[in-house]
């Protein structure tokens, strides 16, 4: 093993230490990929927790103002950027990140939409309407599906087709797991960091008729990305089984809370029906397709 291979392996294993810590719902059900993909996907995950850091609430605790939480999150992108181009960073988890998006293909046409989408949350928030809305999610989550799905082809490439679809199936259950996350957190959000997310809820007083809407557009999202399971890798079905189907199950927890308690409360899916989503997954996860091609194709296009 060279000097390199040896940092890489410790910069992955620093990486997965971030997806323990943080993740019961996405750890778990990331425990059912390969040991490739899995380290993979956590090289995503833990980069994209250190942004979330920076503004929801450790930067401040540490005394920086907004200003100062911008200067560390400018400065984390302009690593990525330079490892990105470079391969290398002294920091574990760029290094971790960039040596996987280099390898798979993620490049900055996602990591800016991200980064964009995290300075958006240093100020106060409240989107006025649905174009506001879907702007900032598109960064802060639809780009992290389509990361994830180029994690698990591995830097494959599918048929035109198939791309189109792969991409609408990521963007719309990165879309509803974070809109989810939106309702979960509505109280806390809003009192605690200043933010109103979704335009026509208040969140001190959502009404039912508000919630149920967004819960509709939230159900269509995930059977959107549920029809394009087949289109992955056969190894790595079960996983994305198990994350759309405990964030399915956490929507409608939600849906069957009354309106005025979700200030109140954080709803959540217990760990141990998280548990036994993730052993269904495991065991009803096989399709009747044969796992994506590994081979680039001369009329391919890249997932995007």
Do not use: W
């Not at 995930?222 to 994350?243: C, D, M, T, Y």
Request: glycine letters at 8%.
């Amino acid at each position: 093993m060279t000097g390199l291979e040896a940092y890489s392996a410790t910069a992955r294993r620093a990486s997965a230490e971030v997806i323990a810590a943080y993740s019961t719902s996405f750890g778990l059900a990331s425990r059912l990929l390969p040991p490739q993909m899995r380290g993979d996907i956590g090289t995503v995950y833990a980069l994209v927790r250190v942004a979330d850091e920076i503004v929801d609430g450790p930067g401040a605790e540490s005394g920086l103002d907004a200003a100062g939480c911008r200067e560390v999150l400018d400065a984390l992108e302009r690593e990525v950027e330079r490892a990105l181009a470079t391969g290398f960073s002294a920091d574990l988890i760029v290094h971790a990140f960039a040596e996987t998006a280099r390898r798979v293909g993620i490049t900055r046409d996602q990591t800016a939409p991200f980064f964009a989408a995290m300075r958006r949350d240093l100020e106060p928030v409240a989107f006025a309407d649905e174009r506001e809305l879907r702007a900032y999610v598109y960064g802060s989550a639809e780009v992290i599906g389509i990361m994830c799905v180029r994690c698990f082809l591995g830097g494959a490439v599918l048929l035109d087709a198939e791309a189109r679809r792969v991409a609408r199936g990521a963007r719309a259950l990165g879309s509803a797991f974070q809109v989810v996350n939106f309702l979960r957190d509505l109280g806390a959000d809003a009192t605690g960091l200043g933010r109103a997310y979704l335009p026509g809820i208040d969140p001190a007083r959502p009404s039912e008729e508000a919630v149920h809407r967004v819960l509709d557009r939230l159900e269509g999202e995930l059977r959107i990305a549920r029809g394009a399971v087949e289109l992955l890798p056969r190894e790595a079905r079960p996983a994305v089984i198990a994350a759309h189907d405990i964030f399915a199950a956490l929507g409608r927890r939600i849906r069957d809370t009354p309106a005025a308690e979700l200030p109140l409360r954080r709803i959540s899916v217990p760990n141990a029906q998280k548990a036994a989503i993730v052993a269904r997954a495991a065991l009803g996860a096989g399709l009747s397709r044969a796992a994506a091609p590994r081979a680039r194709l001369a009329t391919a296009e890249p997932v995007r």
